[in-house]
């Protein structure tokens, strides 16, 4: 595996990380029945906004075009 994909890998392993995080920090927000509405909107947010950066690959769409 060349560098390149192993750094790849290794900030997607990151990425996942994060979610999971997040993920059960909503749930331990959800279970306590706080009324923290705002932060499991935001929290939703966040994930959402790395699941398109870093795994749908959408800024790839609107960058320039990559030469082979």
Known sequence: MDDKKKQALKFGVYVF????VLTI?????????LPWWTALYGIAILKAWFVIQHYMHLPRLFGEEEKH
């Open 17 to 20: 990380i994060i979610l999971a």
């Open 25 to 33: 920090g909503e749930y331990f927000i959800a279970v306590a029945g």
